[in-house]
């Protein structure tokens, strides 16, 4: 069982962790200018359900293999690049015909929510993280090691839940702002577009150095 102490200085440093944007916080900003509030909060519910693979993987271990074997880490790194990329390029050439279609409907959002997902399943790093920042708040000597890497992997997805909620409210409100003008949507089209590719680009780079 994990001491109120160690517990409350692992909610400090992961709260300074998510607030600090990141490819994540890009990411989450990115679909709410193009899909507004509720495209944005359901990216988060994605990430985080791919959050709960990462956890799950490095509670039992595995993250600890793909860390040590550098050509699974590697194609796992490539495959995340590439989905990025695909989407990016997706954004790119998709062409809205009208100005109400720019918000989708509840049924399109299903699509938002695999995609968030799977960016984050293919994204190494994450277990990575996990396994360098976990460990440093689990003491073996107060019961089992994996349920305590569990139980902080959880937490840290529920402060992760709230606080991306908070980025997906303000993408929203922005792009409610500016959602008066077919010219404005097709601007965030092909900010949305680029901001992919580059997470794309940067996930590539991590990958070879």
């Given at each position: 069982m994990i001491e109120a102490g160690p517990l409350i200085a692992f909610v400090g440093a992961a709260v300074l962790l998510?607030?600090?944007p990141g490819p994540v916080t890009?990411?989450?900003?990115?679909?709410?200018m193009e899909q507004g509030r509720r495209g944005a909060m359901v990216a988060v519910l994605g990430i985080q359900a791919g959050e709960?693979?990462?956890?799950?993987?490095?509670?039992?271990?595995?993250?600890?293999?793909?860390?040590?074997?550098p050509f699974a880490f590697t194609v796992v790194t490539y495959a995340g690049a590439a989905y990025m990329l695909g989407i990016g390029v997706q954004a790119l050439i998709t062409r809205e015909n009208h100005a109400h279609d720019v918000v989708p409907s509840n049924r399109s959002l299903w699509p938002t929510f695999v995609h968030s997902m799977m960016i984050n399943?293919?994204?190494?790093?994450?277990?990575?993280?996990?396994?360098?920042?976990?460990?440093a708040f689990v003491d073996p000597a107060r019961g089992s090691a994996s349920m305590q890497f569990l139980t902080l992997g959880l937490v840290f997805m529920l402060l992760g839940l709230i606080i991306e909620g908070g980025f997906a409210v303000l993408a929203g409100s922005i792009r409610s702002g500016l959602s008066e003008s077919v010219r404005n949507m097709a601007a965030f089209r092909w900010a949305t577009g680029g901001i992919y590719i580059l997470i794309g680009v940067v996930l590539v780079g991590n990958g070879v150095t």
């Open positions: 998510l607030v600090v890009v990411y989450i900003l990115a679909r709410g709960v693979l990462h956890i799950f993987v490095g509670a039992i271990g595995v993250g600890a293999l793909i860390a040590s074997s399943v293919l994204t190494p790093h994450t277990t990575l993280f996990y396994l360098a920042f976990l460990p």
